[in-house]
């Protein structure tokens, strides 16, 4: 499976941003998809998740109430939306699709990653 990560760019604080994940292939419809993100210096951390049918989402604590993820399993889509960003939410996001159906915030759950896409909000 390859993915890829769209949708990264410069925005403002308080902005939005919608992050795109596509896989290669269909068989993706039937895994947890997740995003993660990495700041420089700082380890990579969990953003959201979602579950094969979108039954099952959770959330970072840090992000919930303002991103919101969703995936359409007919384009083997997983979707992130941004909004009211602030500073310190700039790092390089992966998309990662997962060894099961289910969602989750261990980043050892998931087997394929995206190459990233950038993400940087100005104060």
């Known amino acids: 499976v390859q993915l890829q990560a769209s949708g990264g760019g410069l925005v403002q604080a308080g902005g939005s941003l919608r992050l795109s994940c596509a896989a290669s292939?269909?068989?993706?419809?039937?895994?947890?998809v997740g995003w993660f993100r990495q700041a420089p210096g700082k380890e990579r951390e969990f953003v959201a998740a979602?579950?094969?049918?979108?039954?099952?989402?959770i959330y970072a604590d840090s992000v919930k109430g303002r991103f919101t993820i969703s995936r359409d399993n007919a384009k083997s889509a997983v979707n992130l939306q941004l909004s009211s960003l602030k500073p310190e939410d700039t790092a390089l996001y992966y998309c990662?699709?997962?060894?099961?159906?289910?969602?989750?915030?261990?980043?050892?759950?998931?087997?394929?990653w995206g190459q990233g896409t950038q993400v940087t909000v100005s104060s």
């Open positions: 292939r269909r068989t993706a419809s039937n895994n947890g």
């Open positions: 990662a699709v997962g060894y099961g159906s289910w969602a989750s915030a261990d980043s050892t759950q998931y087997a394929y």
């Open positions: 979602i579950s094969w049918n979108g039954g099952r989402t």
